[in-house]
């Protein structure tokens, strides 16, 4: 859990700058970076989850 924690943690960071970085600069790639944080975060994330949850399936 306190890797999900840690990941979620600096991936929020990640994408708030990044989208700081764009409603500073109002360039459009780092709006595309923004997304691709955002899901490369999400995907793992949900790799974490998936992977703690069947350990614990599989120690029960």
């Known amino acids: 859990m306190l890797v ?5 943690f ?3 960071i990640a ?4 989208f700081g970085v764009f409603l500073f600069t109002r360039d459009k790639r780092y709006l ?5 944080i955002a899901k490369l975060v999400g995907l793992l994330l949900l790799a974490v989850a998936a992977v703690l949850a069947v350990g614990r399936i599989l120690l029960y």
């Not at 994408?15 to 990044?18: A, H, L, M």
């Open 4 to 8: 999900l924690r840690f990941l979620l």
């Open 10 to 12: 600096f991936g929020l």
């Open 15 to 18: 994408v708030v700058v990044s």
């Open 32 to 36: 595309r970076f923004t997304w691709q």
